[in-house]
């Protein structure tokens, strides 16, 4: 193994180098030194510390109820009462519509014929009185209510016959008599016992037959029975009813009949 010795002191150009280091390093730190930042003046401890602005408004809502709870904010309570003032414009609009149009209208013809038609009185047929009890009658007769007894019973529904009336009752009771009115789509069903009637109500009003929902109820008017045979006067009884219950069966025609045989009409 080879050893080297160093020698205990330095050379005069060892010397040289070492000294113009030591100055390399001074310079060094003069330079790092000037290029430092300086350290900001101190702030006093009462002035007010600026905050952050907030990015968004999640953080400005959460800082703010921060601040609250420390008490760094007070809110003002306002104690003044705050009313609801509609425009003019609307005030205009509200009054002009209470106000009706004054003055001529020449286009309001079709209107005032409305206005008569439904002054009018509606003319009912033979169904409506007898089924609904019809209008009032001359001399200020009011509508009858419907009898709670009774052997007769209404019958309508889209494209009723007599066959579905007789199998849609004839588990009900006994059928002395049908009457049909096809055009409104009408029956009349009369039982010989009241409790068959009153039975066909509640069992079959609302029912289903051979496609045709069933609505039944209480005739108004019901024929007249003899007491003897305990029978409705079938023909008869229901003629009666029409006559009675029809718009002309009251009516009189108080005019005198002229006759033009024995004047010469072209004379």
């Keep these: 193994m080879v050893h080297i010795i160093f020698p205990p002191t ?15 390093r001074k310079k060094k730190k ?19 510390t600026k905050r952050a602005a907030p990015e968004n408004a999640g953080d400005a809502t959460q800082q703010a109820k921060k601040l609250l709870k420390l008490g760094a904010i ?15 414009n609307f005030e205009k609009r509200k009054d002009s ?33 007898f089924v609904s009890g019809g209008t009032e009658r001359e001399g200020g007769r009011e509508r009858e209510p419907p009898p709670k007894k009774g052997h007769t019973i209404y019958v309508n529904g ?6 579905i009336l007789r199998k849609a009752f004839k588990d009900i009771g006994t059928i002395s008599h049908i009457t049909m009115e096809k055009d409104k789509n009408v029956g009349f069903v009369t039982f010989e016992s009241m409790d068959a009637s009153d039975k066909a109500i509640a069992e079959v009003n609302g029912a289903m037959f051979e496609g045709v ?34 718009q ?3 009516h009189r025609d108080r005019r005198g009949q002229v006759h033009y045989e024995d004047e010469d009409l072209f004379g």
């Design 10 to 24: 330095l050379t005069e150009e060892e010397e040289i180098l070492k000294q113009k280091y030591a100055k390399l």
């Design 30 to 48: 003069a330079l790092l030194a000037a290029r430092a930042p300086k350290p900001e003046k101190e702030q006093p401890i009462n002035a007010p």
């Design 74 to 88: 007070k809110i003002k309570e306002s104690q003044e009462k705050q009313n609801f003032k509609r425009s003019k």
């Design 97 to 129: 519509e209470k106000i009706p149009a004054v003055g001529f209208q020449p286009f309001s013809s079709s209107h005032q014929d409305e206005e008569e038609k439904e002054n009018r009185p509606r003319a009912r047929g033979l169904y409506d009185t």
């Design 158 to 163: 889209n494209g009723i016959s007599e066959d």
């Design 213 to 246: 929902q069933l609505r039944v109820s209480m005739a108004r008017r019901q024929p007249t029975f003899d007491s003897q045979s305990n029978e409705p006067q079938s023909t008869a009884s229901w003629s009666t009813i029409a006559a009675s219950s029809s």
């Design 248 to 250: 002309k069966g009251n």
